[in-house]
T-cell receptor, first 112, second 110 residues
Framework: EADIYQTPRYLVIGTGKKITLECSQT?????MYWYQQDPGMELHLIHY???????EKGDLSSESTVSRIRTEHFPLTLESARPSHTSQYLC???????????FGSGTRLTVV | GESVGLHLPTLSVQEGDNSIINCAYS??????FIWYKQESGKGPQFIID?????DKRQGQRVTVLLNKTVKHLSLQIAATQPGDSAVYFC?????????FGTGTRLQVFP
């Protein structure tokens, strides 16, 4: 039973298009994260937020941007999609450093 | 550094045998470690965690061992079942960020 939701699950889009990947959680967690994962590879942190109006870039450079206007919502936007953005994007939330992370099912993005 | 790495990319075991997945971490300041299971097309699923003040923690069919001296973490799965087939990641929490290793694919054959 998922308490963190990502939409869409799959997305195929043309080069140059603007897209927004949605992530919502119902657990009231302050901390939220976006990871990028290529097939069979590790997850790389690209963005995180410690609360409303707080966003930071992660360890892996990304051309995407994020916003955190509401606690439960942490959307990721690509202004101009490119084939190099093809990957899986996973959203996660946490109650704090001493607690585990809960992951969504991910959005698999293909840019053609 | 803050890297976390796994020793073996693929592990094949026979159903019913025990599985051991190893992980090396490099950040001695990390004090919380988590093992995740990721099935195809899904997000990582929490398996078990351990804090740095512990050497061993047991769950249902799974045991995590932590050796801080050599910065080594392992996941033991008892009586491996076909449903255990997945990619397993170890991760460490450092400065409130979860840092993942490469992952080990566990394949269970009859």
């Amino acid at each position: 039973e998922a308490d963190i939701y990502q939409t869409p699950r799959y997305l195929v889009i043309g080069t140059g298009k603007k897209i927004t990947l949605e992530c919502s959680q119902t657990m009231g967690h302050d901390k939220m994260y976006w990871y990028q994962q290529d097939p069979g590879m590790e997850l790389h942190l690209i963005h995180y937020s410690y609360g409303v109006n707080s966003t930071e870039k992660g360890d892996l450079s990304s051309e995407s941007t994020v916003s955190r206007i509401r606690t439960e919502h942490f959307p990721l936007t690509l202004e101009s999609a490119r084939p190099s953005h093809t990957s899986q994007y996973l959203c996660a939330s946490s109650a704090g450093q001493n607690y585990g992370y809960t992951f969504g099912s991910g959005t698999r993005l293909t840019v053609v | 550094g803050e890297s976390v790495g796994l020793h073996l990319p693929t592990l094949s075991v026979q159903e019913g045998d025990n599985s051991i997945i190893n992980c090396a971490y490099s950040n001695s300041a990390s004090d919380y470690f988590i093992w995740y299971k990721q099935e195809s097309g899904k997000g990582p699923q929490f398996i078990i965690d351990i804090r740095s003040n512990m050497d061993k923690r047991q769950g249902q069919r799974v045991t995590v061992l932590l050796n801080k001296t050599v910065k080594h973490l392992s996941l033991q799965i008892a009586a491996t079942q076909p449903g255990d087939s997945a990619v397993y990641f170890c991760a460490e929490i450092y400065t409130d960020k979860l840092i993942f290793g490469t992952g080990t694919r566990l394949q269970v054959f009859p």
